[in-house]
């Protein structure tokens, strides 16, 4: 039998958050894309938030709203793309889903 390499996996740590306070302070163009979508990650972080307090998975929030999980993932995916936003009723259908009401609020 050949002597196979045998050296063990190591896997790399990866912080996204220490990585894009890096990037943010070294490079002015990734500081102004990633502060143009501000508001997209925290609408983002605000289903997720609603998603786990209620103790559900994607397919029981996609169940609940009356879609298919993959159709869930691209709901909450799109909040990071700009491509395309979910509507008012669908942000509302998610948060009734998630036990939760939609409120709106501008500061």
């Given at each position: 039998?050949?002597?196979?390499?045998?050296?063990?996996?190591?896997?790399?740590?990866?912080?996204?958050?220490?990585?894009?306070?890096?990037?943010?302070?070294?490079?002015?163009?990734?500081?102004?894309?990633?502060?143009?979508?501000?508001?997209?990650?925290?609408?983002?972080?605000?289903?997720?938030?609603?998603?786990?307090?209620?103790?559900?998975?994607?397919?029981?929030v996609a169940q609940r709203?009356?879609?298919?999980?993959?159709?869930?993932?691209?709901?909450e995916s799109s909040l990071?793309?700009?491509?395309?936003?979910?509507?008012?009723?669908?942000?509302?259908?998610?948060?009734?889903?998630?036990?939760?009401?939609?409120?709106?609020s501008m500061v």
């Open positions: 039998m050949a002597n196979v390499n045998q050296e063990k996996f190591k896997p790399v740590v990866f912080n996204p958050k220490q990585t894009a306070t890096q990037k943010r302070a070294a490079d002015s163009a990734f500081l102004k894309a990633y502060d143009a979508l501000e508001d997209e990650f925290a609408a983002l972080a605000e289903l997720l938030k609603a998603r786990k307090e209620a103790g559900l998975t994607q397919a029981d709203m009356g879609v298919s999980q993959p159709v869930l993932a691209r709901i990071g793309s700009r491509n395309h936003a979910p509507s008012l009723s669908t942000l509302r259908r998610y948060a009734q889903a998630c036990g939760k009401r939609l409120v709106i």
